[in-house]
């Protein structure tokens, strides 16, 4: 099996994840991967994610154009094309609607609570990018500044960006950004909740070498 096939089958595995976990509904949320410097697979407009089937998804170079496929691609391809080129390291991008994640970016509240050492670790701060009309290059010019330092950002009224070197680490920082918010809204209205210390932050980083 060649490589871009593999990636396309990776993708409907994911976008079905995705689709299953709630993560989107209907017709919600789009994937992408970069399989040159000049070209990502993006998946369709108009159809479900977790009913996608490989050559459904399509290949676009960093111009828009329409290399490979039959179908019109999401309408946030601009959006997917202006990670890639703002950060040479992203390979793979995740927009998608969980429902606590986007509770928070409705309400433009960012994840920054330090509550458990896989979140500091793996995760990290999660802020809020402005709104931007999606399908135009507000939603890029919102989330340009955050491509370097963070691993997802929340779209304000909006949803979720994640990315990664791969498919899988870009869809995990997806599912441990929604475990995340749903631990941040269920903590909200408990006594006595703690954030780590800094002493713990410090060893923290001293075993993860950071």
Known sequence: MNEVLELKEKMCDIGKRMYDREFVAAN????????????????????????????????????????EGNMKPSSEKELHIQVYKKNKDIRAVVHAHPVYSTAFAIAGKALDKKLMPEVVVFLGPVPVAKYGTPGTREIPDAVEKYLKDYKAVLLENHGTLSWGKTLEEAYFVTERLEFYAKLMMITRNLEGVKELSGENLAKLKSIMGS
């Open 28 to 67: 919600d949320g789009n994937i992408s991967c970069k399989i040159n410097d000049n070209e990502i697979l993006i998946t369709p407009t108009g159809v479900s994610k977790g009913f996608m089937t490989p050559d459904m998804i399509l290949r676009v170079d960093f111009e828009g154009n329409v290399l």
